[in-house]
């Protein structure tokens, strides 16, 4: 069955520092990898998505994410981290099963940011 | 365009109660999806529709009803609540041929 893992339940960076998200997915077929940020208390905004070429993809806010087949991985990454990043993120891949488009859904990594 | 907009944004039912949960997008999407999201188990597809008059059932769809009469709204029915359903409900769209999901805000449901 398809799965993503982010093995990261919550990582504390200080601002200014750079960020790396782990994303790794079971998925058999070329995946449609997806980056969701939420904040506090709001809906889920869509940071940037995968589903073919170019391997590093670039997105919203500065973030940018790779996705490597050999590792089966697609991790989001920040070179300098804002306050305004502290959010849940969750990385998710379609399983396009038919007209069912259902998003396998990781179980988030909670960002906090240092002053 | 508002996007997709949910109400209410809270709810405190009591058990046995039956309640609406509303779900509208402007963007013209054939597909809407209804999602919940527990600590710890992430997000969990309830119900979804590729369009007007067609829907389907997710992961977890007992106790819950959908129906799609119009593009615009997707709007998902608890029968009889239960504890168990308290959670916060998350809608989303897109069109047909996108796998990109857009999400309204939640609505956060306490079930007493």
């Known amino acids: 069955a398809q799965s993503v893992t982010q093995p990261d339940i919550h990582i504390t960076v200080s601002e200014g520092a750079s960020l790396e998200l782990r994303c790794n997915y079971s998925y058999g077929a070329t995946p449609y990898l997806f980056w969701y940020v939420q904040s506090p208390g709001q809906g889920l905004q869509l940071l940037l998505k995968y589903f073919s070429g170019d391997t590093l993809v670039q997105g919203i806010k500065g973030f940018e994410a790779e996705f490597k087949r050999s590792q089966s991985s697609f991790n989001l990454r920040k070179p300098s981290v804002h306050w305004s990043d502290a959010a849940e993120y969750f990385c998710a891949v379609i399983q396009n099963a038919g007209n069912n488009r259902k998003l396998i859904w990781g179980l988030g990594t909670s960002l906090a940011v240092n002053p | 365009n508002a996007g997709v907009t949910q109400t209410p944004k809270f709810q405190v039912l009591k058990t046995g109660q039956s309640m609406t949960l509303q779900c509208a997008q402007d963007m013209n999407h054939e597909y809407m999806s209804w999602y919940r999201q527990d600590p710890g188990m992430g997000l969990r597809l309830i119900h979804y529709?590729?369009?007007?008059?067609?829907?389907d059932q997710g992961e977890v769809p007992n106790g819950y009803n959908v129906s799609r009469s119009t593009t615009e709204d997707f709007p998902l029915r608890l029968l009889s609540a239960a504890p168990s359903q308290t959670s916060v409900y998350f809608c989303?769209?897109?069109?047909?041929?996108?796998?990109?999901?857009?999400f309204g805000p939640g609505t956060r449901l306490t079930v007493t």
């Open positions: 529709s590729v369009g007007a008059g067609i829907t």
């Open positions: 989303a769209s897109s069109y047909k041929e996108s796998y990109e999901q857009y």
